[in-house]
T-cell receptor, first 116, second 110 residues
Framework: KAGVTQTPRYLIKTRGQQVTLSCSPISGHRSVSWYQQTPGQGLQFLFEYFSETQRNKGNFPGRFSGRQFSNSRSEMNVSTLELGDSALYLC???????????????FGPGTRLTVT | DAKTTQPTSMDCAEGRAANLPCNHSTISGNEYVYWYRQIHSQGPQYIIHGLKNNETNEMASLIITEDRKSSTLILPHATLRDTAVYYCIVRTNNDYKLSFGAGTTVTVRA
């Protein structure tokens, strides 16, 4: 099975711009989660989508948004970029079923976003 | 409060088994032990998880003590590519997010 793919792998943006990151989960996985990872804050949960619905949300401002499509692919968008948004953005898919989250998460390689 | 305690770092010789300990003395009955690793600048990689029985897959073995207060991840034949930060976490079926502590930095030396 192909793993989780994320595009683009690297991105450089300017403050104030917006960015869209894409994630294709492992085939058959319906749950997609997004994380932000920085050296100072570590791994921080952004949100989780299941069957096109945002099921859980982390503590990030409204500038961070996402969506999931019927084929389980997901995108996240960051508007009005700030310098502090520079990070590795990770997507993880899980074969979680129903309301439980009892399964392992498989991560993609991440998108390295640099805001200048 | 951290739910798991791991050594900060450890070295291992290539080709030898690497035994990574993890203490989780306050683990609840419905919490699983998960192991992930992260190679520098890459996404975290799921390794293995277990509830109370020992588990083995193609990557590693997980040994959980009978009282479930500690566990050991075993990489049977460490290679240079196993150099990474290894994270031990405990989570229930309903934990929708992962949270990593500092983990153990494992360096495999030739």
């Amino acid at each position: 099975k192909a793993g989780v793919t994320q595009t683009p792998r690297y991105l450089i943006k300017t403050r104030g711009q917006q960015v869209t990151l894409s994630c294709s989960p492992i085939s058959g996985h319906r749950s997609v989660s997004w994380y932000q990872q920085t050296p100072g804050q570590g791994l921080q949960f952004l949100f989780e989508y299941f069957s096109e619905t945002q099921r859980n949300k982390g503590n990030f401002p409204g500038r961070f948004s996402g969506r999931q499509f019927s084929n389980s692919r997901s995108e996240m968008n960051v508007s009005t970029l700030e310098l502090g948004d520079s990070a590795l953005y990770l997507c993880a898919s899980s074969p979680a079923q129903g309301s439980g989250f009892s399964y392992e998460q498989y991560f993609g390689p991440g998108t390295r976003l640099t805001v200048t | 409060d951290a739910k798991t305690t791991q050594p900060t770092s450890m070295d291992c010789a290539e080709g030898r088994a690497a035994n990574l300990p993890c203490n989780h003395s306050t683990i609840s009955g419905n919490e699983y032990v998960y192991w992930y690793r992260q190679i520098h600048s890459q996404g975290p990689q799921y390794i293995i998880h277990g509830l109370k029985n020992n588990e083995t897959n193609e990557m590693a073995s997980l040994i959980i003590t009978e009282d479930r207060k500690s566990s050991t991840l075993i990489l049977p034949h460490a290679t240079l590519r196993d150099t990474a930060v290894y994270y031990c976490i405990v989570r229930t079926n309903n934990d929708y997010k992962l949270s990593f502590g500092a983990g153990t930095t494992v360096t495999v030396r030739a």
